[in-house]
């Protein structure tokens, strides 16, 4: 069982910058990969940020330019640097982390941190 808790979230104007964290309730030696997803209101969730423990990071399209994704191991927390904020990117913010035991793979979701951009 990994609990996840995200932090960070607030309220931004247009072109701002947030940076939001993600803690694991234990070490995330245990956890392949960890991403960032978001959801606004009526929409599908979707894929923001990820990273594999090694470092290797992927991005949405339209965070591409805008958006940093880093861990730390040793403090078993993942990071989502982003910048040039827009209202579009409004939305609840979750962590995910993946954990791969014996070919199996489970997931695990933090409770989402709000994030608002808005003049």
């Known amino acids: 069982q990994v609990q996840l808790v995200e932090s960070g979230g607030g309220l931004v104007q247009p072109g701002g910058s947030l940076r939001l964290s993600c803690a694991a309730s234990e070490t995330s030696f245990s956890i392949s990969v960890m991403a960032w997803y978001r959801q606004a209101p009526g929409k599908q969730r979707e894929l923001v940020a990820g990273?594999?423990?090694?470092?290797?990071?992927s991005y949405a399209d339209s965070m591409k330019g805008r958006a940093t994704i880093s861990r730390d191991n040793a403090k078993n927390t993942v990071y989502l640097q982003m910048n040039s904020l827009k209202p579009e990117d409004t939305a609840v913010y979750y962590c995910?982390?993946?954990?791969?035991?014996?070919?199996?793979?489970?997931?695990?979701w933090g409770q989402g941190t709000q994030v608002t951009v808005s003049s």
């Open positions: 995910m982390g993946l954990r791969v035991v014996g070919g199996n793979k489970y997931d695990y």
């Open positions: 990273i594999t423990r090694d470092g290797v990071t």
